[in-house]
């Protein structure tokens, strides 16, 4: 079977995931998702940053027509945003996809709307989106080429009100079955390395390295996932800063899930600054 490349946005997103999801901290999070006999689906998320001692939520619903192949979703937030986003996968051309999405901020009467196009196949991604600004309109593109696993992909953005590039971005590396390789190059500035290897249904690791050819500083962060028997996850991550972050997530029971991470300053631990998260969701 022929490699269908992931777009240039999602090239080493298992080795950013193993470092990102189930780590909340410094927020409590509140998620209910249900969905209708129509298919209509509802949203609806609250969270508190501990840190900053901000609360906000956001209530989204979508609903989809899969033989027509739309998909319109609409979302509010606390701050009074409305946004909207509608997307059309028209069935003749398989892998195309358009989608035209728009924010309103009615208490600054501040608007903004993109239109998003994207196309793969075999061995090809690509991907363009233009963002309508009252300044000028900003471009991106993107295109991912894949063969035997191997991949190189290179993104592009430009502003039109400064005449500037916004995105140059390379990304070269290697997925196998159970393990990705993944280079990139970030606006000539940041050398990011990652990988990422699924040793067992059960067991993922993760490591990444970033380089800045301009600071000569290096990061470096070692990640672990396992799940237990029951179902629960552990998840456990450590950087060259000396930060420690810890997570455990289980289902209390069908459509519910109760996570808890926690984040610890190991170079300074008696002088505070460690974190806290608690997330509770509930599905149906």
């Known amino acids: 079977m022929a490699d269908v490349p992931p777009p240039f946005s999602d090239l080493g997103k298992a080795a950013r995931d193993i470092f990102d999801k189930g780590y ?50 609409e979302s509010w937030n606390t701050s009074s945003e409305l946004e909207t986003e509608l997307t059309f996968e028209p069935k003749p051309v398989s892998g195309l996809k358009f989608t ?24 090809l991604s ?34 039109t009100s400064n005449a500037k590039l916004t995105a140059n ?52 962060g070692l990640a672990g996932k396992y799940v237990l028997e029951d179902g629960a996850v552990l998840r456990a991550k450590v950087n060259n800063q000396g930060q420690i972050g810890m997570g455990y997530s289980q289902n209390l029971r069908t459509g519910v899930k109760l996570s808890l991470s926690g984040l610890i300053e190991g170079r300074n631990i008696n002088a505070g600054g460690h974190k806290l998260g608690v997330s509770l969701e509930f599905e149906s």
Not at 46 to 73: M, Y
Not at 101 to 122: C, E, I, N, V
Not at 130 to 145: H, I, R, T, Y
């Open 100 to 123: 035209l999405s728009s924010s309103f901020l009615p208490s600054s009467g501040h608007k903004s709307a993109k239109l998003k196009t994207s196309y793969k196949r075999d061995y």
């Open 169 to 220: 971005n390379f990304a070269l590396g290697y997925q196998g079955k159970d393990f990705v390789v993944h280079t990139s190059l970030a606006n000539i500035a940041d050398v990011l390395t990652s990988v990422h290897h699924k040793v067992s249904d059960k067991t993922e690791v993760g490591l990444t390295t970033t380089y800045n050819l301009q600071t000569s500083n290096v990061s470096l």
């Open 24 to 73: 909340d901290f410094p927020k409590v999070k509140l998620s209910l998702k249900t969905k209708t006999e129509s298919g209509v689906e509802f949203e609806t998320n609250g969270s508190h940053d501990l840190d900053k001692n901000r609360t906000s939520g956001t209530l989204k619903t979508k609903l989809k027509f899969p033989e027509q192949g739309v998909t319109f979703s």
């Open 126 to 159: 690509v991907d363009g989106d233009v963002d309508l600004q009252m300044a000028g309109p900003v471009f991106k593109g993107a295109a991912v080429f894949m063969y035997n696993g191997w991949y190189t992909g290179y993104q592009v953005g430009y502003n």
